[in-house]
């Protein structure tokens, strides 16, 4: 039990030195998976992270743009120059469809659809996209 007592105790550590619930659960799974390991190559047989609770985070809450200011961001662009045809489009497409920047630059022109986007994303995984409704527009010159 003393191995317990002193994780218990450097977690209260952080704690009181303000570390954030993230940070303190990040050194929870590191500490598990360690543990984990021990086990594994048999230098212990208890696991004495099996009962310890993990921290509830907080969720971020994250400040999107209103559909004024993605309006003011391609309205910026123009398509008199190949960039700024280009920009355009890039910021009209993730304001569009929320997809990630990586996502975008790394679109095919066989996932495009008339509705939809076939978008190969975060964790190597597949997914359809569609457009979101907003009240602005792209319109070209």
Not at 44 to 51: D, G, H, K, Q, S
Not at 69 to 96: G, P, S, W
Not at 97 to 114: A, F, K, Q, V
């Amino acid at each position: 039990m003393f191995i317990k007592d002193l994780l218990m105790e450097f977690i209260f550590d952080l704690q009181i030195k303000n570390y954030s619930d993230r940070t303190i659960e990040t050194y929870n799974y590191n500490t598990t998976d360690f543990i984990q390991y021990l086990i594994a190559e048999e230098y212990v047989t208890l696991n004495i992270m099996a009962r310890t609770k993990l921290l509830k985070e907080d969720k971020t809450v994250i400040q999107t743009f209103t559909d004024k200011e993605v309006a003011k961001m391609i309205e910026a662009y123009d398509f008199k120059t190949y960039l700024n045809a280009r920009n355009k489009v890039f910021v009209a497409m993730l304001a569009d469809t929320g997809i990630r920047l990586s996502e975008l630059i790394n679109l095919e022109t066989d996932w495009i659809n008339d509705t939809n986007l076939k978008i190969f994303g975060k964790g190597a995984k597949w997914r359809y996209v569609g457009h979101q409704q907003s009240s602005y527009s792209v319109q070209a010159c």
